[in-house]
């Protein structure tokens, strides 16, 4: 069982709140395994490089992270008065997200179950 009062216990946990500037995009139509992909290319990367590689990425989860990535600067120079040359890509994931699951018919009555997998992406955005 949890100590002090319920208040208290919610403002420790404010505390340790994360004040870097950071995008989330949750429900993407893209697996995890295919979003990783780009993900780990831009990881660590300063933000114009960043976004140089993801415009130029044939992938279509490049699509989504470009217009992250961009939000993500967005939330820095306006929320946090952050300049974008000084800004880097500090921690970059894609998580499980649900799973839509679709019958296709197959031969002699049989069906085949198809999984369209879902997850939610995000980037944080930190100073060099």
């Known amino acids: 069982m949890a100590k002090g009062h319920r208040s208290q216990i919610k403002r420790e946990r404010n505390e340790i709140k994360d004040t870097r500037p950071s995008a989330k995009l949750s429900f993407a139509r893209v697996s995890v395994q295919k979003a990783c992909f780009v993900l780990d290319a831009i990881r660590g990367k300063d933000v114009q490089t960043a976004l140089a590689i993801v415009t130029y990425n044939p992938r279509y989860a490049s699509t989504l992270i470009k ?5 993500a600067i967005a939330n ?3 929320n946090n008065g ?3 040359e000084n800004l880097y890509v500090a921690e970059c ?11 296709r018919p197959r031969a002699q009555g049989r069906a ?4 369209k997998r879902m997850s939610h992406i995000t980037i944080v955005l930190d100073e060099k």
């Open 67 to 71: 217009k992250l990535l961009e939000s």
């Open 76 to 78: 820095a120079e306006n």
């Open 82 to 84: 952050l300049r974008a």
């Open 93 to 103: 994931f894609a998580n499980k997200g649900p799973t839509m699951k679709r019958i």
């Open 112 to 115: 085949y179950r198809i999984e």
